[in-house]
Every structure is written in structure tokens, then in C-alpha cells.
């Protein structure tokens, strides 16, 4: 990929616990620890990286994330269940760079600037998820009212 489009345009996602399609690997640290050093070494331009199981606990299986961290020098993306207390005490630990929130986006058209004035979240309704119709995507109230 980064040979087509250049390292500066590649960023690659890895789950290195996430239990998907009964997919594990009994001491994953080891494997993903190396992967980190290659992509590291290939200059791509960051690592999204799904901490915990996807969409689901952070702490489904043991593993040193700060290890990955340490081995790939580019800009690291922590994603899963981050909010902005977690995500400020890692930024502040120098554990990522940057963090995703998918779901919160999907329920708070207005994401940046409730965190901005500490403002509360809009919950999730898990079953619009995937439904093939705007309900759910389209539908949740700002703060001001509007959808």
C-alpha cells in the first residue's frame, strides 16, 4: 500500500486482543510488539489501535499497549472505549497521540463542543447500529435542539 500511495498517506488498524471470527492467539504481546517495529520501520504514517475488544471491555485479555507505543515512533491512535478523562490522562502520559470515538460521534452530532463545555453525552442506541436506514445516523438531537 504505502509503495502506491506513499507512507504518508498509509495508517494501519490492528486488534491485537479483539476475539473476532473465534481468532486469538494465546500471548499475543510478542507478535504484535514485532509488528509495530516493521510498520515503524516502514514509515507508515500512524497506527490505529483497538485496545481491548472491539466495541466491547478494554481489559478482555492482558497486554502492555505502552509496548506497541514505545515501537512505533509515529503518531499512535488509542481507540475503545476512550472518553475525555481517559483520553486526556493518556495524552498526558504520552500513551497516544490522538483518539477515536466512533460511537459517541454517532449519537452526538455535536461531539467536540459538548467535550468542550463538559456538556453530557447523548447515549447510543445500540439497535440503529448497522440498520440500513438513516434512523439512528441521522436522528440524534444537538444541544440545541436541532438533528
Given at each position: ?9 498509509t495508517g ?5 486482543v ?12 510478542p ?7 516493521q510498520?515503524?520501520a ?32 509515529n ?6 472505549g ?21 460511537r459517541?460521534?454517532i ?8 467535550l468542550?463545555?463538559?456538556a ?23 444541544l440545541?435542539?436541532?438533528?
Open positions: 500500500m504505502k509503495d502506491e500511495i506513499g507512507a504518508a498517506r494501519v488498524r490492528i486488534s491485537p479483539s476475539p473476532a471470527n473465534a481468532i486469538s492467539c494465546s500471548d499475543p504481546q507478535q504484535y510488539d514485532y509488528l509495530a517495529e510498520l515503524d516502514s514509515g507508515i504514517v500512524y497506527l490505529h489501535v483497538v485496545e481491548g475488544a472491539t466495541g466491547g471491555p478494554r481489559d478482555v485479555s492482558p497486554f502492555d499497549y505502552t509496548s506497541l507505543r514505545r515501537r512505533f515512533k503518531t499512535y491512535i488509542g481507540n475503545n476512550y472518553d475525555l478523562a481517559l483520553a486526556s490522562d493518556h495524552l498526558a502520559q504520552d500513551k497516544a497521540d490522538l483518539f477515536a470515538f466512533g459517541p460521534f449519537s452526538n452530532p455535536d461531539f467536540v463542543e459538548r468542550k463545555s463538559g453530557p453525552l447523548a447515549p447510543l442506541n445500540p439497535e440503529t447500529l448497522y440498520g440500513g436506514s438513516a434512523e439512528g445516523y441521522t436522528d440524534y438531537p444537538s440545541s435542539g436541532n438533528s
